[in-house]
């Protein structure tokens, strides 16, 4: 048995908390809500987020000092946007060595960076190479079912990665290792876009021509800038690549996608927030993809489609229309030429 503390009582960290919780941890979820502590712990329910009741020995916590004392691993899930401020208020007040995992997919506007980037910056107690990373396809509400799930926990440090699979493997919840922390945190976070645009193409009532397009045509984006910022192309055809397009890009659990469809019937992005009263990771990655590929000149065009719709917006017929008019080329140039570079002798 471990000591954890699961940082970030949205949806996704009740779930993982559930998990460990099934495995016999000792699990102490933080929040920054008293409030909602309170409420976990009288309750064992967490409503707002997940309509699932939570196992007992699951403990919510508003103090954060009180949540990590003597723990084992450290899991951090709260939205892109509080990485920093969470990472900060962490480092004052770490002692020992725990395992630190983060299981937040997206990048930061601005700087461009990923969660583990910006975690590194802001701990000095942790070093970046111990960082451990989980992602995959993974619903919280299905995992909070206990239903059939598989992810990847990615770390340079190999021993790392290997303790946070001990940690979360069981019957439902399978877990494998990679050393790609690149690829995983790209994969995650960048399918959080073309989730937006299945949703928008659904809320214009195409069909799954379109969307399997989409989706197909997404997946060379993502692998054209994963494998520019140094992420090995093969990550992408796994778990935290096709495997969270899959799930995130045809679900209605998926908020990404939710909120793309409401986008593509129409409703502004404040209208389409406001009603999902939730973080929706892909609105900020668009954001920060889009400033990379204009940066770095990387062709992206349904990224950056779904940036004007976002961000400008302009109308998703016309985004649709302008997509479909790009001059011809050969299908399989991307991802072909990228593997052909990576492994020629």
């Given at each position: 048995?471990k000591?954890?503390?699961?940082?970030?009582?949205?949806?996704?960290?009740?779930?993982l908390?559930?998990?460990l919780?099934?495995n016999?941890h000792?699990?102490?979820?933080?929040?920054?809500?008293?409030?909602?502590?309170?409420?976990?712990n009288?309750?064992?329910?967490?409503e707002?987020?997940?309509?699932?009741?939570i196992?007992?020995?699951?403990?919510?916590?508003?103090?954060?000092?009180e949540?990590?004392?003597d723990?084992?691993?450290?899991?951090?899930?709260?939205?892109?946007?509080?990485?920093r401020?969470?990472?900060?208020?962490?480092?004052t007040?770490?002692?020992?060595?725990?395992?630190?995992?983060?299981?937040?997919?997206?990048?930061?506007?601005?700087?461009?960076?990923?969660?583990s980037?910006?975690m590194d910056?802001?701990?000095?107690?942790?070093?970046?190479?111990?960082?451990?990373?989980?992602s995959?396809?993974?619903?919280?509400?299905e995992?909070g079912?206990?239903?059939?799930?598989?992810?990847?926990?990615a770390?340079?440090?190999?021993?790392?990665?290997?303790?946070?699979q001990?940690?979360?493997?069981?019957?439902v919840?399978?877990?494998?290792?990679?050393?790609?922390?690149?690829?995983?945190?790209?994969g995650?976070a960048?399918?959080?876009?073309?989730?937006?645009?299945a949703?928008?193409?659904?809320?214009?009532?195409?069909?799954?021509?379109?969307?399997?397009?989409l989706?197909?045509?997404?997946?060379?984006?993502?692998?054209?800038?994963?494998?520019?910022?140094?992420?090995?192309p093969?990550?992408?055809?796994g778990?935290p690549?096709?495997?969270?397009?899959?799930?995130?890009?045809?679900?209605?659990?998926?908020?990404?996608?939710?909120?793309?469809?409401?986008?593509?019937?129409?409703k502004?992005?404040?209208?389409?927030?406001?009603?999902?009263?939730?973080v929706?990771?892909?609105?900020?990655?668009?954001?920060?993809?889009?400033?990379?590929?204009?940066?770095?000149?990387?062709?992206?065009p349904?990224?950056?489609?779904?940036?004007e719709?976002?961000?400008?917006?302009?109308?998703?017929?016309?985004?649709v229309?302008?997509?479909?008019n790009?001059?011809k080329?050969e299908?399989?140039?991307?991802?072909?030429?990228?593997l052909?570079?990576?492994?020629?002798?």
């Amino acid at each position: 048995m471990k000591k954890v503390a699961v940082l970030g009582a949205g949806s996704w960290g009740t779930a993982l908390s559930i998990v460990l919780a099934d495995n016999g941890h000792d699990v102490r979820l933080w929040t920054h809500r008293k409030e909602q502590a309170d409420k976990i712990n009288t309750t064992h329910k967490n409503e707002h987020y997940l309509e699932i009741m939570i196992p007992e020995r699951i403990r919510a916590y508003a103090d954060m000092q009180e949540a990590i004392q003597d723990t084992d691993v450290i899991l951090l899930v709260v939205p892109t946007k509080a990485i920093r401020e969470v990472s900060q208020q962490l480092n004052t007040i770490l002692t020992g060595n725990p395992t630190i995992i983060h299981a937040t997919k997206g990048i930061e506007p601005g700087t461009l960076k990923r969660v583990s980037q910006m975690m590194d910056e802001e701990m000095d107690k942790v070093k970046y190479e111990d960082i451990v990373v989980l992602s995959g396809p993974s619903h919280a509400e299905e995992v909070g079912l206990r239903q059939p799930t598989t992810v990847t926990v990615a770390s340079i440090n190999e021993e790392q990665a290997k303790i946070a699979q001990d940690t979360f493997f069981n019957e439902v919840f399978r877990v494998y290792t990679s050393n790609d922390v690149i690829g995983i945190e790209l994969g995650g976070a960048l399918k959080n876009i073309i989730a937006l645009g299945a949703g928008i193409s659904d809320g214009l009532g195409y069909g799954d021509n379109a969307k399997a397009a989409l989706i197909t045509r997404g997946l060379a984006e993502i692998t054209r800038l994963g494998t520019y910022l140094g992420a090995n192309p093969l990550s992408f055809l796994g778990l935290p690549g096709v495997g969270d397009l899959i799930v995130t890009c045809t679900s209605v659990h998926s908020r990404n996608w939710r909120a793309g469809n409401l986008l593509g019937k129409g409703k502004s992005l404040e209208e389409v927030l406001n009603q999902m009263g939730m973080v929706v990771e892909g609105v900020r990655t668009a954001e920060a993809a889009y400033q990379f590929a204009e940066q770095e000149d990387i062709e992206m065009p349904i990224t950056h489609g779904i940036y004007e719709i976002i961000h400008h917006q302009k109308k998703p017929k016309e985004v649709v229309e302008q997509l479909m008019n790009r001059s011809k080329r050969e299908e399989m140039d991307d991802l072909a030429t990228l593997l052909k570079n990576r492994y020629a002798r």
